[in-house]
């Protein structure tokens, strides 16, 4: 079955430390995002990409980092940098920039 | 640049009862409009989408919304909620070639 799929679902990380998280799609998609959601603030774009190679950062991007070196990878790095980097980060992809989004079923990072 | 405003933050509704989740935007081009839902500790998953035509879109689960240029509002609507509708639905704007906007969610709550 084509979909996104994100791993791993729950993650836990010492403060100070990086942590990657990983999404996967096998839908062709060109797009793909990486979002933020904690309670009441909705869904926070972090980073987008519409292509191999080259990505733009969103509306919070400092403290993370991305690549998309194939089309089907578009893995996030939360590093040290970010403050406050519990949350539950949901991944995303769409055939043309704009049109509908497909999720993944999101990670759920804690920093202790 | 697009913005979205989801009017409510949680809407209670009886089992049984209609719903209307309240959904308006601003953009100065034409938009594309979604609603997603999700459920707890879930991703997101589209119910219905507005790309052009027809301004009543039907979409899953019995849900439907119109898209009113003139009040630029894209409402969500379903003539009778059962308890298996609880969870937050998410109303998002684009248009062609750029990135996704999403509302800050709404949580509906269904009442026994």
């Known amino acids: 079955d084509g979909g996104i799929t994100q791993s791993p679902k729950y993650l836990f990380r010492k403060e100070g430390q990086n942590v990657t998280l990983s999404c996967e799609q096998n839908l062709n998609h060109d797009a793909m995002y990486w979002y933020r959601q904690d309670p009441g603030q909705g869904l926070r774009l972090i980073y987008y990409s519409q292509i191999v190679n080259d990505f733009q950062k969103g509306d919070i991007a400092e403290g993370y980092s991305v690549s998309r070196e194939k089309k089907e990878s578009f893995p996030l790095t939360v590093t040290s940098a970010q403050k406050n980097p519990t949350a539950f980060y949901l991944c995303?992809?769409?055939?043309?920039?704009?049109?509908?989004?497909?999720f993944g079923q999101g990670t759920r990072l804690t920093v202790v | 640049a697009q913005s979205v405003t989801q009017l409510d933050s949680q809407v209670p509704v009886f089992e049984e009862a209609p719903v209307e989740l309240r959904c308006n935007y601003s953009?100065?081009?034409?938009?594309?409009l979604f609603w997603y839902v999700q459920y707890p500790n879930q991703g997101l998953q589209l119910l219905l989408k507005?790309?052009?035509?027809?301004?009543l879109v039907k979409g899953i689960n019995g849900f439907e919304a119109e898209f009113n240029k003139s009040q630029t509002s894209f409402h969500l609507r379903k003539p009778s909620v059962h308890i298996s509708d609880t969870a937050e639905y998410f109303c998002a704007v684009s248009v062609r070639d750029d990135k996704i906007i999403f509302g800050k969610g709404t949580r509906l709550h269904i009442l026994p």
């Open positions: 953009s100065s081009v034409s938009v594309y």
């Open positions: 507005y790309l052009s035509g027809s301004t």
């Open positions: 995303a992809s769409s055939s043309i920039r704009g049109t509908e989004a497909f």
